[in-house]
């Protein structure tokens, strides 16, 4: 995967190595036209119990049977109906294992844990899945601003897009080429900037950051790109 505009194209990125990851182990499983059940999600077996059916066809933009197989999926990786970072990390870890995804593995996940319990839940996961395959423009942006305000005080600070485009730089620059600068993350935060920050005051407000991404074609773009994955 090319470098070259992720300060652009970073939903994209986002949205794609975490639909990867997913598929490849089995969590958005195939979903079988057999399965005409109307039973609701199966509680016996693990320890963190989840909504029921109806409640998160509420919450999401997911079918009944789509819920279905995403769950049996999550369970199937996660038997006690939760995710630890840990396991977050070792998952990418194996899935990129030339690079370094401890901490976009980390920074993700903070994304997912809505509650900030330290845990990924089903809920949390198939909500945040929802918003991100199938939300609006304008759920997806918040998505994404919620993943680069890495300490949740409304704005992106130039630290905050240096450390998310670091964590992607060290989990994917060994497979791009040419061979990535040093300095490569500091050049892309800084046109990022150039892009977002309209009133110079070196840090990105919602506001901006909805503004700018709508204006842009290649970001409008690159979030319809997995709308019909699942």
Not at 103 to 122: E, K, Q, S, T
Not at 200 to 224: A, H, P, W, Y
Request: aromatic share 12%; with cysteine.
């Amino acid at each position: 995967m090319g470098i070259q505009g992720m300060e652009l194209c970073a939903m994209a990125v986002v949205i794609m190595l975490f639909i990867a990851v997913l598929k490849q182990f089995g969590i958005l499983e195939p979903m079988s036209m057999e399965d005409t059940s109307d039973s609701d999600l199966e509680l016996s077996s693990i320890r963190h119990q989840p909504e029921g059916l109806e409640q998160l066809q509420e919450l999401t933009k997911f079918t009944k049977k789509e819920l279905q197989s995403l769950y049996r999926g999550f369970k199937n990786e996660c038997p006690s109906g939760l995710v630890d970072e840990d396991t977050f990390k070792l998952i990418y870890a194996q899935f990129f294992p030339q690079g370094d995804a401890s901490m976009y593995a980390h920074f993700l996940f903070n994304a997912f844990d809505v509650d900030r319990n330290g845990a990924i839940c089903f809920e949390n996961f198939v909500v945040g899945l929802s918003i991100l395959l199938r939300g609006t423009v304008h759920e997806k942006l918040n998505w994404a601003f919620n993943l680069y305000d890495i300490n949740k005080d409304g704005y992106i600070t130039k630290e905050e897009m240096l450390a998310i485009m670091k964590s992607i730089y060290n989990m994917m620059g060994r497979y791009t080429y040419p061979i990535v600068r040093d300095d490569a993350p500091i050049e892309h935060v800084e046109k990022f900037f150039q892009k977002m920050d309209r009133n110079r005051d070196g840090v990105v407000t919602i506001e901006e950051f909805l503004e700018t991404c709508q204006k842009d074609e290649n970001i409008m773009s690159s979030m319809q790109l997995f709308e019909n994955v699942i």
